[in-house]
């Protein structure tokens, strides 16, 4: 009876860590969209939408994502199942590497405009 309790709260504290990784995730994800969608009315509001729209960079990000996610399915199906990631890791960075080139030029892009001329 005892090595079933150990075994059922040794498999849960196992699982914990990825369970809260997981819940941040979530909250992550949801935060930022909720930002997209303030910066987007905000946008809209300034009469300046269409430009956002025509930023073809967009590709990026959901590649970005794409791999990213991916890639950390792939490490921890394998690091779950006992072995070695190899492929996953490759993926995972190329798409942390693509989100962190998308973020960049978003912030050179900010840095580079003007000071809304439109507004007194």
């Known amino acids: 009876m005892t090595l ?3 075994s059922i709260v ?3 504290a196992f699982f914990v860590p990825f369970a809260v990784f997981a819940l941040g995730a979530l909250g992550l994800a949801f935060y930022l969209t909720r930002l997209e ?8 509001e300034a009469g300046e939408y269409q430009q956002l729209r025509n930023d073809n960079r967009a590709w990026v990000l959901g590649g970005g994502l794409l791999l990213a996610a991916l890639g950390l399915a792939d490490v921890t199906t394998t690091l779950l199942a006992g072995g070695v990631p190899q492929e996953g890791v490759a993926a995972l960075f190329v798409g942390l ?4 080139y998308y ?16 507004r007194a």
């Open 4 to 6: 079933i309790i150990q």
């Open 10 to 12: 040794g498999d849960a």
């Open 37 to 44: 969608h303030e910066k987007e009315m905000a946008l809209i």
């Open 97 to 100: 590497a693509a989100l962190a």
């Open 103 to 118: 973020f960049y030029k978003r912030r050179e892009d900010r840095a580079d405009a003007p000071a809304n001329p439109t």
